[in-house]
């Protein structure tokens, strides 16, 4: 029998085309405090050490020029010992993220679970070129089947 899941909060950090001054778990940091405040707006009392698991939509390594991302942001955002499980399925990323956050809470494995997705695809920058869209074409190709033949 599946629980009752609701959203409580949302935090969104502000577009921009490339965040140059930030990296991508200073982003999720950022991310995750608005959402936290937008959960207490009103007058709960939820901190990082409420949230009992995280779920990271994360598309790929290539944009974050890192391997398994996820478990810097654990660290980053206080998570340490507590479970969190990396979506990334490509351009279906962001609503895997959302069914599996929903099927943490709808299962009874956790109460409030934060819902994640990181990304910082302009970080992809061809020195040759000068500009980002060839390396980010490049990184987007490289989840395509790469068995198809034209």
């Known amino acids: 029998m599946s629980r009752k899941v609701a959203i409580i909060g949302v935090g969104i950090t502000p577009f921009r085309a490339r965040y140059l001054d930030k990296t991508y778990f200073e982003l999720a940091y950022d991310a995750t405090k ?10 709960a009392e939820i901190t990082h050490k409420n949230l009992e698991s995280t779920v990271y939509g994360i598309y790929n390594e290539l944009f974050e020029r890192q391997f398994m991302p996820d478990i810097f942001i654990n660290s980053y955002l206080g998570m340490n010992n507590k479970p969190g499980t990396r979506i990334a399925s490509g351009g279906a990323t962001g609503g895997y993220t959302v069914r599996m956050a929903y099927s943490e809470v709808a299962s009874g494995l956790s109460d409030l679970c934060l819902c994640l997705g990181v990304e910082k695809c302009n970080d992809c920058y061809d020195e040759q070129t000068g500009t980002t869209t060839p390396e980010v074409l490049n990184a987007i190709a490289y989840s395509a089947d790469m068995t198809y033949i034209v």
């Open 34 to 43: 608005l959402a936290l405040k937008d959960a207490n707006k009103n007058g």
